[in-house]
């Protein structure tokens, strides 16, 4: 059974720095598509940045420079992290982890996760909190 446990989240102050973490554990393909999503309370789920089993990475245009997604990959266990420099009030967020396992090739990583999402096809964890204060 896929497990994604997420960790790090916790409150800072504006410009200071977080790295959240995702184990990831239980599955058995060898090619997907890992990525961070966002979402505040009453508002859409927001895709952060995504991963592929290559290393090929993309990021949302409202992070990029900022945060930056990584991996350390070990056969059928994964941790994923999202390092997070710079942060802003609107960064504040439930942070969630997301899998998307033996994904259709040829798709942007990013855009599989947000398929995932929308069609409830993607592994999710329980997700951390991050809190940025003025």
């Known amino acids: 059974q896929v497990q994604l446990v997420e960790s790090g989240g916790g409150s800072v102050q504006a410009g200071g720095s977080l790295r959240l973490s995702c184990s990831a554990s239980g599955y058995t393909y060898s090619t997907y598509c890992m990525g961070w999503f966002r979402q505040v309370l009453g508002k859409e789920r927001e895709g952060v940045a995504a991963?592929?089993?290559?290393?090929?990475?993309?990021?949302a245009d409202s992070v990029k420079g900022r945060f930056t997604i990584s991996q350390d990959n070990a056969k059928n266990a994964n941790t994923l992290y999202l390092q997070m420099n710079s942060l802003k009030r609107e960064d504040t967020a439930m942070y969630y982890c997301?899998?998307?396992?033996?994904?259709?090739?040829?798709?942007?990583?990013?855009?599989?996760?947000?398929?995932?999402?929308?069609?409830?096809?993607?592994?999710w964890g329980r997700g951390t909190q991050v809190t940025v204060s003025a």
């Open positions: 997301a899998a998307v396992f033996n994904p259709v090739r040829g798709m942007p990583c990013n855009q599989v996760l947000e398929s995932g999402s929308r069609h409830n096809f993607a592994n």
């Open positions: 991963i592929d089993d290559h290393g090929t990475t993309s990021h």
